[in-house]
């Protein structure tokens, strides 16, 4: 016989489940239908990023100076003390010579003071502070052993001077060694980018620069004449001129390739003038000068709120420098860059 029951209806949470279901199924389908591959980035947003971390190398590179040019002179320091403490050793020695031969001579003449062996035994200090002991020498012992306790004071100074130095040398080598992986880093990055260019890419980003430097070396010649400076800055710009087309390479001094403060203190060197080696330093000295109408060929001109690039006026807005990792000394509009300041030397 039929079964005249009505067939059991799905709960209205099982429903719900299922039409959510089915909604997401619609919705993915139409999502990955219209999805488009992921678009390269253009050229100028590829330059933008670039021109961003190269400041920030460069930024780290100005860091990397500070503490190369530290750990130089701590060096140097170092060496120094060490030399004071080889030669103060040698001056205690005869000091302690003169005091084992009068010792000597009191033995032959009858035995040795009891107090003057209980020093060359020991340590001055315990014996000179003692009156009793101070009582039973002789002048020109008293004054020997004073003598002798001042050298060791000093010495002893100046071993812990060194001591500290040398702490301080490796907290800065420590440093040294995070910057310099901070530059690699961040022109690591930039490079990757650079190579993800396509071949005309590439070539319109160096056609590019090439028109702009040219276009900045012919506004700083104004129309084909000589830019020239007076006195020590001119010397220093003339001198940088010969540097023209000459690599920019992080922490580089010369001869062959320079960064930014490297290309300038090089600069007032060859000028006869010593000027700092990182650019944060560099804004330190001279006069400064917050009007661009009033720099001169061959001021200093810093670029950027922390001050971490710097070049040489060119005359007409243009700056000579060493602007970057793939670029070399060259002219650039000083617009191209926020100035902050000149300083004259």
Known sequence: ??????????????????????AAAVAFSANAANAAPSAKPSLD????????????????????????????????????????????????????????????GQYRSGGIDPSLQLFLSSNPDDYLDKASTLDQLSGQQ?????????????????????????????????????????????????????????????????????????????????????????????????????????????????????????LTSQAYAAAGISIPRTSEAQANIGSRIYSSSQLQVGDLVFFYGDLHHVGLYAGNGQVLHAPHTGAVVRYEAMSDMPFQFGVRV
């Not at 059991?8 to 489940?17: F, I």
């Open 1 to 22: 016989m039929a079964s005249h029951r009505r067939p059991k209806q799905p709960s209205r949470a099982r429903v719900t489940v299922l039409t959510t279901a089915a």
């Open 45 to 104: 947003e590829v330059k933008s990023k670039v021109d961003e971390l190269y400041q920030q190398a460069e930024q780290a590179t100005e860091k990397f100076n500070g503490a190369k040019d530290k750990q130089e002179k701590l060096q140097k320091e170092i060496s120094t003390i060490q030399d004071n403490v080889a030669r103060g050793q040698q001056e205690l020695n005869k000091l302690r010579d003169g005091i084992g031969s009068m010792a000597a």
């Open 142 to 262: 008293i004054e020997a052993l004073k003598k002798i306790q001042d050298k060791q004071r000093e010495l002893a100074q100046e071993r812990a001077e060194a001591t500290e130095k040398l702490k301080d040398l490796a907290a800065t080598r420590t440093e040294l060694g995070k910057k310099k992986q901070e530059v690699q880093d961040k022109l690591g990055e930039a490079q990757k980018l650079l190579n993800s260019l396509t071949a005309k890419q590439k070539a319109e980003l160096a056609a590019q620069q090439t028109r702009a430097s040219r276009a900045s070396q012919r506004t700083a010649l104004d129309g084909g004449g000589n830019v020239t400076g007076s006195g020590r800055a001119g010397a220093a710009f003339s001198w940088a001129q010969a540097q023209l087309g000459k690599p920019y390479v992080y922490g580089a001094s010369g001869p062959g390739a320079y960064d930014c403060s490297g």
